[in-house]
């Protein structure tokens, strides 16, 4: 019987899963660009278990609007929607944790005079990476109907776009596209690797990420 029938929760691995969660979260892909009917990945999780990811969740859906905000309409329809968000007295919090990491820069002419000004968002990359490896089980257990341990070692990582990019355009046919391609994702499994498992994210073709998965004691298969 697989963990679904059984109610278990995908994130801590045990019975009783009585809501489910989106992943990657509902809220990232803007509603208006989704197909009539498309089906978001959902899977069981214990409503307590979920609840412990809403502050994290709300901080990766601003930080992926701002990094959208010149990704056509979609990213320009989520990066409204934020800012309208972080204008509401309850978002104070986060709006001034995001402030918090807001740096300026002067960029000088030849001649030393000011050519122009331009602000830098440094993320809290371990919060955003926190929710890969979370988005990477909830996926893996929608695929395969089976839970990844605990225990298994997991690397999110932050994917540079020259070397994503090309992937993403070469594996057309196992691409996984979802609200207007708004967030995009290949599996990585091989059965000469049983012990690991991996995933390449993509958001709005601006933020890639990437997580491996992989049971060094070798007692979990992926495949």
């Known amino acids: 019987m697989s963990d679904i029938e059984n109610g278990l929760c995908y ?24 197909s009539e009917g498309e089906d978001l990945i959902t899977v069981p999780a214990h409503q307590r278990c979920n609840r412990d990811w809403k502050d994290d969740d709300e901080y990766f859906q601003t930080q992926i609007a701002l990094a959208a905000f010149t990704a056509g309409d979609a990213g320009k329809a989520l990066h409204s929607k934020v800012m309208r968000g972080l204008d509401r007295e309850e978002a104070t919090g986060l709006r001034e944790h995001i402030d918090s990491g807001i ?13 122009h000004n331009y602000i ?8 955003l990476l926190d929710v890969i490896a979370r988005t990477g089980r909830g996926i893996y257990y929608h695929e395969t ?3 990844i341990p605990l225990n298994v070692s997991e690397k999110p990582v932050v994917a540079e776009p020259d070397k994503i990019i090309p992937i993403f355009k070469s594996n057309t046919d196992h691409i996984r596209s979802f609200a207007g391609s708004s967030f995009k994702y290949i599996s990585v499994m091989g059965e000469e ?12 073709d601006r933020l890639f990420f990437s997580v491996v998965f992989h049971d060094e004691e070798g007692s979990w298969r992926a495949v």
């Open 11 to 34: 994130l801590c691995g045990k019975e009783g899963a009585d809501s489910r969660d989106h992943v990657p979260p509902k809220a990232v892909l803007p509603k208006d660009y989704r």
């Open 103 to 115: 740096t300026g820069t002067t960029v000088l002419s030849p001649d030393g005079t000011v050519d």
């Open 120 to 127: 830098q968002v440094k993320p809290d990359w371990q919060r």
């Open 145 to 147: 109907k089976n839970i």
């Open 193 to 204: 690797e049983p012990h690991r498992c991996g995933y390449l994210f993509n958001f709005f």
